[in-house]
Each structure stands twice: as C-alpha cells, then as structure tokens.
C-alpha cells in the first residue's frame, strides 16, 4: 500500500459531542459516557477497524452566546455536562492493545509541571500510546470560573503556549537522562542521582527549578495533536504538532490549507510527510445507497435547531439567536456572519439560519457524506487523492452506530481496494504512525532540550548578553 | 458482629513507598507501579481481604532536607519518581466490585473547579467508589516547582483549603440539583436548565461564579479521608472528614487521639461513630512465629540507611545526615529531635540514629507488628479494644506479599474470631462505611450548600452586613 487513508474517531468525554439533539435517538449511546464500559466497548470497536486513534476533545466551560444564555445549551446537554478526558486513557488502554489515545488539554488551566506528571502517567499506563491534543483557547465561562489560579487574561495564548511545551519538554526530555533508573538490586542503586538534571526554568510565564517527578514514559512526550486554524495556531502546529486535525467544507479549501501548513513545516526544518492531517467528517453509511439515505432522513429529524445554533453562536461568536430561522444569510447585513457561513458552506450556496443549523447538527462543521461504502469510499479517496490530506477525524450522528457502520462497511471497501490498513505497527503510538521510533525525532524543537545541561549553560550566558543590549 | 476491625491498604504511585531499600528485595514489585496490571492485581487481593479500600499516598515535590540535597532520594527511588494517582482510580474500579479507592489530592496545586470536575469523573466511573484524602502541605520543592501557578506562600494553608471544599460543596452538592437530568426523548429535554444553579462564589482565595460542569455522581461529593495531625488540621479533619488517618506509636498515645478527635467531631454537631479512623500499621506474618521473624529479619537486611533518614528528615525539617549512626539522641542537644522521636517511639528507649533509620525503614512511621496470625490478631483486637480505633491503615514492606500475607493469614483468623467483616455491604463506598445512604448527612458541613439559592440569598445580605461594621 503507497499510503493509506487513515482514520481517527473524533469524540468527546459528553452526551453527543457534535450531534445536538441526537443524544435523543433511541440507538444513541452518548448518554453513557459516565460509564467506562462504554468506552472501552468503543474503543474495542475502533481497534477492530484499525483507526489510528480516539481523540478526545475537551471544553472547559459552556456556550452562552445563543440568545445571552446557557438555557439551550444546558437543555440539550451540549457539551455540558462534560467529564474529564484524562481518566479515559487508562480504561481505554486496558480494553486494546493498539489504539492511540488523544488526550485534550489546555495549556492555560493546569500548571505545566503538574501536567507534566500526569502526561507521562498516560503514557506509561498505556505503554506509550498516548497523545496530547494541545489547545489554548477556551470557553470565556470557562476563564472566568477558574479565576485567579488561571492565567491572566490579557496573556497571549500562544506565547503561553510556547513557553508551555517548552516547560514540558525540559521535564519530559531533560530531566532525566537515558539510563538513569537502572533498579541495579545488587548495588542498592535504583537511579544514578547525576542523571537526573534540574532544569532550571525561568521564563515569563513560568518559573521551574527542579526535577520531572516522572521516569521517562515509552514516548517521553506524546504524540503532540494540535488543531489550530488560525494564524498563530497554524504557526504553533508548524512547529510542534504531529498531527493536525482540521475541518474544511470543501476539497478547494482544503487542498489549499494542506499545501500551506505543509510548506511551513518544511519551512520550520521538519519533515512534512511526517506530520498526519485529518479532516473532519462524518459519515452516514449502510449497506445501500438507499438505506444510507434513510438512516440520514432519521437522524436529520432529531436534531436540535437551537442546540445546534448554541454550537454555531459560541464557535463563532455570533448570536444566532437574533435571526427567525427562514432569515437569509444572504440578506442579513453582517459581514460576519457571511464569513463564517462562507467558511463553513465553501461560498456555494445561499443558506437560510435553518438550514445552517440543519447543516451544523450533525457532526459539526465538517462535511457530512452519505451513502454506500461504495460510494463513501470513491470520495474519500477522492479527497485524499486531489487534497493531499492524509486522513479522516471522523464525528459521530449517532454513537456507537456511526462507528461501527464504518468498521462493518467503509473499512473493509476500503481495504478490498489496498487503500486502508490492514493491521497495525508494532510499537508506540508513535512508532505505530511514523515508524522511526519511540521518541520525537531530532528535527523536532523538544531536541533541543534533551541536553539539559547545555541548556542551561546556553540561557545563562544569554541572559548576561541581553542585559549589555539593554543596558 | 458488634464492631468489625476495618483495613486499608496504604499505597504510592510510586517505588517503595514507605519502606526505603526494600525495592531491591527479590520478592518487592513495587518497580512495577507504572503497569495497570500490578495495580489491578493488588486492588483484587485486597478486595478478596474485604478490605474497605486502597489509599493512594501523594507528593508533589521531593525529599531534600538529608544532608540538604536530593542525592539519596533520587538513588533509593525515594518517592521519587511519583506518578499521578488520580488516573489509577478507573483501572482499579474496574478490577474490582467493591474496594474502596481512595485518591490524594492537594488544595494547593489545582484550581477548584477543575478539580471538582476531576473527582466527580472518578466517581462516575467508578460508581460511586470513590474518596479524596484532603492534603493541604506539600514539600517546599513543589511549592517552587508550581511558581506562580501555585498559591502564595504565605496563605494560611487550611484556611484555603476550608475555602476549596467550600466550592467544591457548592459545586458537587448545589449546582445541579436532584433531579435536573431527566434525558427525556419524548420531550426532548435532557436537562431541566432551571435546576441547574450558578454557584456564584466570591471568597477570598477563588471566585467560581458559574456552573458546575458535571452531572451528580453517584456519591456527589466522594468519601472525604483526612490525616492532618496538627491543630489545624485536627480541627479541619472534625469538621470535614469521614475517614481519619493516624500515625501513633503506643497505645495510650493513640487512645488520647482518639478519645480527642471524637470528642471534636462530637462538638462540631455530627455522630463521631459515623468517623472512621484508621492508624497506620505494618504487618509481617506467616503460618508461625518463626517463619515470621524470619521473614522480618531478611527484610531488615535491605533497609536503606540514607534512604530511611531520607524520609525522616523530610518528615521532621532535620537533617538527620549531621549524625553518625552511633549518636545516641539523648546525647544530641537538639530539641526537636528529642520530640520526634519520643512521638515516633512513645518516649519509653533511647534510640541510636542507626536504630531510628532500622525504625523507620519498614513501614514509615507506625509501629511494625510482626508474629503469627494468632499474635497479630490478639494484638490488633487489643489495640482496637484500649483505643476506641475503628482499624488500621496498612503499609507493606514488600508489595504486593505484605498484603497477600495479611490476606491469606490474618484475615481468616480474625474472621474467625468474628472479628472482622466477610463480605462487603452494597451501595457506594460512603454505603459500604456507614450504611447511611450514598450522600454526605445532614449533620456534615456540605448539607448548607445544598440549596444553593438560599446561600447565595445569605451571602448577599452577608456582605453589606459586614461592610457595615467595616464603615
């Protein structure tokens, strides 16, 4: 196989993540996401169709921009309740041998040196399967709840951010050296005390003197995910992200987004090919055409017109809650709005608000596809083939029914045609998706932290430097 | 049986928890405390000894008093490395039905409303299994480490961590009320939003005005252990805790104890036999006394000396590294030695610095029992007998044998004696302990922030009250 498709589940520690309303059907099962049966059903489902990964997206915080409140969001469970991601990783690798396991976390709730520690626990628990899908951003509800031990609000999120994995790379690469536990019973030596490093961070954000609390994990860091569209958030993705999950409405937008983060990882020395892109999609599929087009008409008729304008208005900031759901867009004077819905919709098509929130109801703001497994699977490749994108982050209608049609109809089409794996790679999540080993590789920025020694000599003697200039 | 003698397992996510040195005996498996399986495996030996829990010990930070470095406690894997013990909780609810899990977790490093949404997850998965030992100190290298993520330094420690449960009461008990979570499909209402409360808490330390992000769990807030032996923290654990955690080397030193933390709980309005406390104990048995002794000697023989007075050192803020191991303490002018050893040893030997590292190298800081089934469980029931004690926390000395001893010698003895409980009551943990009901009574502090709108209406007049005596 040249190169395969690759699948990722795209879901979320709540009632029906991106599908409002349709925690309402009778097949649906979101509703018991308190349950760890639940996922490692899932998760069983997934390692049986030989995704990648589940990814687990996390808000922390609730939409009330839709009418100035949390009344819809709270009524239709969008997203809230909603627990924490990192207590899946360890259930989930109970129940698999192979899956990868994104984990979300923000860099602006949780201090990186406690962070770190948790991190490597997920790692070692799943013997280094773990990834971390790093955001920045966050609900407003979710800054204001968090009040003094969040950060300050005028930070900027990616400069904090930075300074965030760099803090994490120090601990997790650094800190303690390759051979420094060698549990030698005969000597009475479990660590060798001069191959473990203070790391001696001082930054603007910051402040870190001492050891990793951790033993270095089968991947010291994690797969890094990142899923920043905008400018920074593409820059920061550039750097440090091995995987990129992105969501466009068309193959036109997406080929060009593709070519452009591409180029700037080539441009930051990284190899481009060894950075995955998923793009978010959700797929409606049964046996034939026609039972697929039913099981849409289905699902359409439980989706929540205002909990999917609660999504919509707190993505975009809008309140579509001002607008009667016949309203054109077309028609409505503001430049946002036509902006977002040109984002979404690819500029083809005069919506009305309805519409819109039929559109976003299902599955989120990407694409949805139904049909055959013969026919999904002609325009998956399709896509892959004329956007250079190498995979899917695929979103749920209904779970776990949208996965397991997948598993039952889209994989095993898409594997009769060579274009999907077969079976997984040995190894860590890592080694599983890029072959070269266990650790991030040295055109990565975290190398450059893995001499912690250096490090440190090379800060101290820049210090001194910048004061002259200063002075 | 009038009253059971209750066990708990006292553990670490991390290397030989109390028992410095014992890492490198051929039978201690505490290495292992990375892989799921070692945790998964111990949780059901203790589940088959109907033990009411496991109690996972945390530090964040690390031992650096002993000759003012963190030499030995990096070469003797003195707590160091330590892995997050949040994460164990769902892998242990799933190797077991009924084991208590309980989960040490500071009021100094994590935001409360994070952390509220953390403990409730746990507690959701596992079904309502969960407690949190409420720790408020932390080793001055954490404090560091956490820079200005972390508390000031000079806040008064229990007065933050009073104000941390004050949140998460109003979180886990007021902001969603019974009820609230209907999941209706014919309605179409998943959740009743005016049942769901802002909390809208102002104090001195955290301001949280909005939602809690969970639905209840099956406990709302889980069990609340406490060890604080200080005044303080005495005063707090009257207050606040269900299970209390002690360290007493002599009988009457631990009668007194408990005869004075029961009259506080006593005081404080609330049932103190509805307090469960547990002392700290090791236990080395076999079929006979000699095997037994035999088994004591052999383990003594792997006691780290710096390892041990790693430990005390960090315990007490003296570097026990200025002695040689011949001083005798009586003969060192140093107050304060005199008066942790008198508390570790009841005051009735005089100790070589040798004897205390052999003392405190198995087990920490309880006394080490060590006999034949029928010795260990005379003494066990006497101690329970003289002191008003409810059980004991077990540490081990070499894991997981220590406790597979216990469980396959003590446990059938008192049993027979009918001494000790041979199987578990149902229902959550909290139902399990005091046969009351899933939630915290009427008689605890959390009950007053059950109906969150009375304390908000309270707190509002509360506040022009108080200005008013400040004009």
Redesign the interface.
């Known amino acids: 196989m040249a190169r395969p498709i690759r699948f990722n589940a795209f879901d979320m520690?709540c009632?029906g993540h991106q599908s409002p309303?349709l925690?309402?059907h009778?097949r649906d099962k979101s509703?018991k996401y308190?349950?760890?049966d639940y996922w490692q059903d899932l998760a069983r489902t997934l390692e049986r169709g030989v995704f990648d990964g589940i990814f687990i997206a996390d808000v922390?915080?609730?939409y009330d921009v839709y009418k100035g409140s949390?009344?819809h969001a709270?009524?239709?469970?969008a997203q809230?309740?909603?627990?924490?991601p990192?207590?899946?990783?360890?259930?989930i690798?109970?129940a698999t041998e192979h899956l990868g396991i994104g984990i979300t976390a923000s860099t602006s709730?949780?201090?990186?040196?406690?962070f770190a520690?948790?991190l490597?626990?997920?790692d070692?628990?799943s013997k280094g399967r773990v990834g971390w899908n790093i955001v920045t951003s966050y609900l407003e509800?979710g800054a204001?709840?968090?009040?003094?031990?969040?950060l300050r609000r005028h930070d900027n999120r990616y400069e904090v951010a930075a300074e965030y994995v760099e803090v994490l790379y120090k601990l997790l690469e650094g800190s303690?050296e390759e051979g420094a536990?060698v549990?030698d019973?005969e000597k009475?030596?479990?660590?060798?005390?001069e191959k473990?490093h203070e790391i001696a961070h001082k930054g603007k954000?910051?402040?870190?003197?001492?050891?990793g609390?951790?033993?270095p994990?089968p991947q010291r860091t994690p797969v890094l995910y990142q899923a920043g569209a905008s400018g920074p958030g593409k820059a920061f993705a550039a750097a440090h992200a091995e995987c990129i999950f992105v969501a466009a409405p068309t193959k036109s937008v997406l080929k060009a987004y593709v070519a452009d983060i591409r180029q700037r990882i080539a441009a930051a020395g990284r190899d481009p090919k060894k950075v995955f892109i998923y793009t978010l999609i959700t797929i409606i599929t049964d046996e034939t055409e026609d039972k697929a087009q039913k099981k849409f008409e289905d699902y359409k008729s439980y989706v929540?017109y205002d909990g999917s304008l609660t999504f919509m208005s707190g993505w975009s900031g809008i309140d579509f809650g001002q607008f009667a759901p016949t309203d054109v867009v077309e028609r409505i004077e503001t430049n946002a709005i036509h902006s977002f819905v040109e984002h979404i919709a690819g500029g083809d098509k005069s919506w009305t608000i309805d519409e819109l929130a039929q559109f976003g109801g299902i599955g989120g703001m990407g694409p949805v596809c139904v049909g055959s497994p013969e026919r999904i699977s002609d325009i998956l490749q399709e896509w892959v083939a004329d956007t250079d994108v190498d995979g899917f982050n695929i979103a749920y209608a209904v779970t776990p029914d949208s996965f397991e049609d997948i598993v039952a109809h889209i994989v095993p089409e898409l594997q009769k045609r060579g274009a999907y794996p077969t079976e997984y790679k040995p190894g860590t999540l890592r080694e599983k998706l890029f072959g070269d080993g266990p650790y991030l590789p040295k055109t990565h920025p975290a190398d450059g932290y893995r001499d912690i020694e250096a490090v440190k000599r090379r800060e101290a003697e820049a210090v001194p430097a910048l004061k002259t200039v200063g002075a």
């Open positions: 520690n009632v309303g925690w309402a009778p509703w308190k349950d760890l922390i915080g609730y949390n009344y709270i009524h239709q469970a809230l309740p909603v627990n924490d990192m207590q899946l990783a360890a259930p690798a109970l709730f949780e201090h990186p040196y406690t520690r948790r490597a626990t997920a070692h628990h509800s204001k709840n968090v009040g003094q031990g969040g303690w536990v549990r019973g009475r030596i479990f660590t060798h005390p473990v954000f910051f402040e870190v003197p001492g050891y609390l951790t033993e994990s929540s």
